[in-house]
C-alpha cells in the first residue's frame, strides 16, 4: 500500500518568513496531494490540493510543487502570520473503486514566532 | 453549500462500555463516507469507508464496526471499548465518482478510563 513520509515533524519560523514541508510516497499510482491544516482540537480543514497532471498550484500565500518523478511534493508558505500556526498534514491519493482513499503523512507542528 | 455535523463532540467511556458516535451530512447526496482516527500526536488513520447506504469497507481489524443506515449518515459503534480506542475520532466525506477532495467534520474526542 501507500505509504506517505512528511518531513519536518516541527517547524519554527520567524513571522513573515517562508515555510516549506516536504513529503514523499511511495505509490506511482497516486494522482492527487491535498494538504490539510488542524488546528488545536478540530478536525482538519482542506487548505490546497495537486493533482498529478500538474507540478504546481498556487493560492495567494500558499503554493504546492509536484514532483512526479521523484515521487514527492511540498507546501509553501509565504509571508507567514501567526494565524498560520497550526499542524499540517499531507496526503496521497489512490482512486479505489470509484472512491479516494487518502493515506496521510504523520504531520508538521508549524509555529509562527512573533 | 456542505455542512458535516458529529456528536458527540467529547466523551468519558468506560472499558467495556458500548459506542456509538454519529456523523451526518447536509448539502450533498451520495457521498462517500469515512471515519478516520487519530491518535495524539499523530497522524490520521483510515477506519472505515462507505460509498453508499449498507456498504461499510473497514480498514483495518479492531474492536470498531461501522454502519450507514441512511445515505447521509454515518455510525461507528462498539459493543465494548478498550483503553486503546481512546483517540480523535474525525468523520469526512467526499463527492463520490469524479470527486477528489475529502471534507472533515469537528471531531469526537473519546476517552476510555
Known amino acids: 500500500g501507500e505509504n506517505v513520509e512528511q518531513h519536518p515533524s516541527t517547524l519554527s519560523v520567524q513571522e513573515g518568513d517562508s515555510a516549506v514541508i516536504k513529503c514523499t510516497y511511495s505509490?506511482?499510482?497516486?494522482?492527487?496531494f491535498p494538504w490539510y491544516k488542524q488546528e488545536l482540537g478540530k478536525g482538519p480543514q482542506l487548505i490546497i490540493d495537486i493533482r498529478s497532471n500538474v507540478g504546481e498550484k498556487k493560492d495567494q500565500r500558499i503554493a504546492v510543487t509536484l514532483n512526479k518523478t521523484a515521487k514527492h511534493f511540498s507546501l509553501h508558505i509565504t509571508e507567514t502570520q501567526p494565524e498560520d500556526s497550526a499542524v499540517y498534514f499531507c496526503?496521497?491519493?489512490?482512486?479505489?473503486?470509484?472512491?479516494?482513499?487518502?493515506?496521510f503523512g504523520t504531520g508538521t507542528r508549524l509555529t509562527i514566532i512573533p | 453549500s456542505q455542512t458535516i455535523h458529529q456528536w458527540p463532540a467529547t466523551l468519558v467511556q468506560p472499558v467495556g462500555s458500548p459506542l456509538s458516535l454519529e456523523c451526518t451530512v447536509e448539502?450533498?447526496?451520495?457521498?462517500?463516507l469515512y471515519w478516520y482516527r487519530q491518535a495524539a500526536g499523530r497522524g490520521l488513520q483510515l477506519l472505515f469507508y462507505?460509498?453508499?447506504?449498507?456498504?461499510i469497507s473497514s480498514e483495518v481489524p479492531q474492536n470498531l464496526s461501522a454502519s450507514r443506515p441512511q445515505d447521509r449518515q454515518f455510525i461507528l459503534s462498539s459493543k465494548k471499548l478498550l483503553l486503546s480506542d481512546s483517540g480523535f475520532y474525525l468523520c469526512?466525506?467526499?463527492?463520490?465518482?469524479?470527486?477528489?477532495?475529502?471534507?472533515f467534520g469537528p471531531g469526537t474526542r473519546l476517552t476510555v478510563t
Open positions: 496526503a496521497a491519493s489512490i482512486r479505489l473503486f470509484g472512491n479516494e482513499k487518502l493515506t
Open positions: 469526512a466525506w467526499s463527492g463520490g465518482k469524479g470527486s477528489y477532495e475529502q471534507y
Open positions: 505509490d506511482s499510482a497516486s494522482n492527487y
Open positions: 448539502g450533498t447526496s451520495n457521498p462517500n
Open positions: 462507505s460509498v453508499g447506504i449498507g456498504q
